[in-house]
């Protein structure tokens, strides 16, 4: 398959990161006979400083013309420190988004066997945990009126959400529950909010079409403890934009760190693939950011394209690393395994399938950058 692929590597560790999955998709594109084209362009920080916008034409351009886009990140320390400027490096993402018509971001909740005790959380609670957030993208407060007012004492970011937005995520989470434990939780805040009323009504309509599928109800603030007490009560969680942002970190915990944590934002046409985490600006240039995340996210694009063995090598490949503890020091912090380091031994699992553990062990992960 050919196929061209936009790169926003953005800032922080993004660029840190989107080089471990280009690596793993070249490993990819070398075993099984693919081509991968990769173009690249600048937004976030990045592009306001060379282009003076966070999202250039060009690169919106690019991402029109592509088959799919890897993002990395965006913000930096300097915009997240002052709440003055007004254009910013998020809005580059979230331009794209609204851009591309992305309405619904896919964020897979998995816990790995090998990171059980590794959580905050105990393995009691988490093992076993498999779910989904299906976070609205494209509506609520996100892209609401914002207002502030004259004397900068009085601001406001409206909430606001059309039936048709609603009932077009709605369609995809009943269908990802139907391959599934055929089970959606709606969480909302329906006891206050007029927006939640009119997810609530849209998304009992919809399910009517979805007989096989059991709807569940959960205000934000029981969800909020759901997640961590009883996760496993979980298969699809549908929500809007900003508690899906909010539950998505949350539910990171479970996972062990966020820097594990994949996503895919999807619409009629575009697809973008992306950790959930941020720019993690403190760590930018110390090659100690996990690149697991942005590596599980270029599976999900394999996965896009219906290339579901290659996406599983990938995940096998990224098993092993934990198996080996070829890992990053926020899932151990004794390890002083680089990003780069985990990027390069994950694409080497890729590249030579038939290499015993211990082959590995001795071998890849002191040579693999000579491959
Ligand atoms: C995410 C991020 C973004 C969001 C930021 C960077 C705009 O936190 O993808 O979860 O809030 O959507
Ligand atoms: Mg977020």
Redo the contacts with the bound molecule.
């Keep these: 398959m050919k196929l061209t692929i936009a790169v926003l590597p953005g800032d922080g560790i993004g660029p840190e990161v989107i080089k471990q999955s280009k690596k793993v998709l070249e490993a990819i594109a070398h075993q099984f006979n693919h081509t991968f084209i990769f173009k690249e362009g600048l937004i976030g920080a990045a592009a306001i400083e060379k282009e003076g916008v966070p999202l250039p034409q060009k690169t919106l351009d690019l991402c029109l013309e592509a088959d799919a886009i890897l993002f990395g990140?965006?913000?930096t320390r300097q915009y997240d420190n002052d709440p003055t400027f007004t254009v910013r490096?998020?809005h580059g993402?979230?331009q794209l988004?609204k851009s591309l018509e992305l309405y619904c971001?896919i964020r897979p909740v998995k816990v790995f066997e090998q990171l059980l005790d590794k959580s905050p959380l105990k393995r009691e609670i988490i093992h076993d945990v498999d779910f989904q957030i299906y976070?609205e993208?494209a509506g609520g407060m996100?892209y609401g009126e914002k207002a502030v007012s004259k004397d900068k004492k009085t601001a406001s970011d409206v909430c606001e959400y059309t039936e048709q937005e609603v009932e077009k995520i709605t369609h995809l989470a009943f269908k990802a529950a139907q391959k599934r434990r055929k089970k959606v939780t709606l969480v909302d805040k329906a006891n206050i909010l007029e927006s939640s009323r009119l997810w609530r009504q849209v998304v009992l309509k919809v399910a009517k079409q979805y007989k096989d599928v059991t709807l569940d109800f959960l205000f934000i603030d029981n969800a909020s403890i759901k997640i961590i007490t009883n996760p496993r009560e979980f298969d699809i969680i549908l929500t809007q934009?900003m508690f899906?942002?909010i539950l998505?970190?949350e539910a990171s915990v479970l996972e062990c760190s966020i820097g594990l944590m994949a996503?895919a934002?999807v619409g009629e046409k575009y697809a973008l693939f992306?950790p959930?985490?941020?720019?993690y600006s403190l760590a930018k240039g110390k090659s100690i950011a996990n690149p697991i995340a942005s590596i599980l996210s270029a599976a999900m694009l394999l996965e896009n394209f219906g290339l579901f063995n290659e996406s599983e090598m990938v995940q096998k490949a990224v098993n092993k690393s934990l198996d080996l503890q070829i890992i990053t020091s926020d899932i151990n912090k004794n390890s002083n395994f680089s990003t780069a380091k985990v990027g390069d031994f994950i694409a080497d699992v890729i590249y030579y399938p038939d290499d015993s553990d211990m082959n590995f062990n001795n071998i890849h992960i002191g040579q693999s950058t000579i491959i």
């Design positions: 990140a965006v913000g490096p998020e993402l979230l988004r971001s976070r993208l996100y934009n899906g942002d998505s970190n996503s934002e992306k959930i985490h941020g720019s």
